[in-house]
């Protein structure tokens, strides 16, 4: 099963770190936060996530483009330039990035994926925020009721 990670907003509540990276790139616990996101859905087995992005997407395209590296622990040959990488954990994913564009609103973005999806049940959610939720538990709810979209949400504190 696909997973959509909305990638693509301003990120404007997080202007100071958003200035130069986009928000799902934003580093908590010393990862990206977008990282944290799919072990979420790791840990469910979900493995085939494409990433809806736009705002600043070139910058999500080189981390994932560049993830065997930055995971990997790196060796060099300095005299011959020889270079190997030794998997230090194993990261058995397949990312698609997909620019949807900068002010392409939610909606629009799930719809430019339409040809990336393979015509069934799929996940959507925002890649810039953590959440606990039992996702078998809430694949199962959804086939089990056999509507068309299945919607979770959470009613923030008041600031």
Known sequence: ???????????SRLAEETVKIPKPMVEVGGRPIIMQVM?????FGHRDFIVAAGYKS??????FN????ISNDLTVDLGTGEKKLTPSKSQDCHVS??????????GGRILRLREWLNN???M????????NIDIAALLAFHKSHGKLATVTAVQPPAR
């Open 1 to 11: 099963m696909q997973v959509l990670l909305l990638a693509g907003g301003l990120g």
């Open 39 to 43: 072990d979420i859905y790791r840990n």
């Open 58 to 63: 070139l910058l999500l395209k080189q981390y």
């Open 66 to 69: 560049n993830f065997h590296l």
């Open 97 to 106: 990035v997909v620019d949807t564009g900068a002010h392409t609103m939610t």
């Open 120 to 122: 069934e049940t799929f």
């Open 124 to 131: 959507v959610t925002y890649s810039d925020g953590v959440g």
